[in-house]
């Protein structure tokens, strides 16, 4: 893959990435993903270290483990609303994002989603008051080695 690609041509009727499709693309800087597309597999776009902003549409439901880990370079993620799964070590060594939203109606996170996130991050999770109610509904594995600044924002 050459230097600074960005990928706009996936086709429209595919409705779901599968795993490791963009594993270690060094050089995607940025992506389109289909409005059609429902789930992203696991290690889909894992050591892309180029990558830096992705928006993943409204229809996706589920994203899987570590999709996004060691995306050194990922400074902006939305999470759509309709999205109720979130796998393990997802988001780990995403030095470079410094904010991110799990939506309310996220059921699921797995264990190590933000694998060594700093004080400087900040996550925003809709939909729980405290620590102790994520807990409740995730395990306390989710935030296993994460110190970020975590905002319990409430339903």
Do not use: K
């Amino acid at each position: 893959m050459p230097e600074n690609t960005v990928i706009n041509n996936i086709r429209a009727d595919i409705i779901a990435i599968s795993g490791r499709a963009f594993y270690d693309c060094e050089n995607l800087v940025g992506i389109t993903i289909p409005a059609g597309v429902t789930s992203i597999g696991i290690h889909t776009f894992a050591y892309c270290h180029s990558l830096t902003a992705i928006t993943i549409p409204a229809g996706v439901t589920s994203i899987g483990g570590s999709a996004f880990t060691f995306c050194y370079s990922l400074t902006e993620i939305t999470i759509p609303a309709g999205v109720t799964s979130i796998g393990s070590g997802v988001f780990s060594d995403c030095w470079s994002l410094t904010e991110i939203t799990i939506p309310a109606g996220v059921t699921s996170v797995g264990d190590s989603a933000f694998l060594f996130w700093t004080p400087s991050q900040t996550i925003n999770i809709e939909g729980h008051a405290s620590q102790a109610s994520a807990d409740a509904a995730w395990g306390s594995g989710w935030r296993y080695e994460c110190l970020a600044t975590i905002n319990y924002l409430g339903n």
